[in-house]
């Protein structure tokens, strides 16, 4: 099958220490209120202690996709496992501290998958796209951390 690997590093430095970041980016459930709605996401199994929790994302005109969260450390590491129709590969929060500042940061390592997404490479700089998307989650991480 066909494939196009998809890796990107966003991140963001907020004027919150780490220990008032990690709540916000557990709460799975929460994220439908600050992430953007072009980037539907929902619950859809709970893990125990985090680990095993899956989350169903929806693109709008894109295609759903699922992650999984497979390991956690607290309160610096989350890594999910990306799976399920077109996308494969890893995806990883980690919180780095600076004093009262944290460095937040997402990193991606995926193929995706299928001869549109491979074309769609070629004009398109996939990475950047995701980065665009991700800068607006990591904006409105600062604006609910400031509230």
């Not at 953007?36 to 899956?54: C, E, F, N, Y």
């Not at 994302?57 to 077109?86: D, L, N, T």
């Not at 996308?87 to 998958?113: K, N, S």
């Amino acid at each position: 099958m066909t494939s196009t690997p998809i890796q990107a590093t966003d991140e963001i430095l907020v004027p919150f220490p780490a220990a008032e970041v990690w709540p916000v980016l557990v709460d799975f459930a929460g994220y439908q209120h600050w992430w953007p709605k072009s980037l539907a996401i929902r619950v859809i199994a709970d893990g125990a202690g985090l680990v095993g929790t899956q989350l169903e994302i929806r693109p709008v005109g894109g295609r759903p996709f699922q992650c999984q969260v497979e390991a956690v450390e607290w309160p610096s590491r989350i890594r999910m496992r990306y799976f399920g129709g077109f996308i494969d590969g890893f995806g990883e929060w980690r919180l780095e501290p600076l004093g009262q500042q944290t460095r937040v940061i997402y990193q991606l390592d995926v193929q995706a998958h299928g001869w549109l997404v491979v074309l769609l490479g070629k004009v398109l700089n996939l990475a950047r796209l995701h980065s665009r998307s991700m800068q607006t989650v990591l904006e409105n991480l600062r604006l609910v951390l400031g509230h």
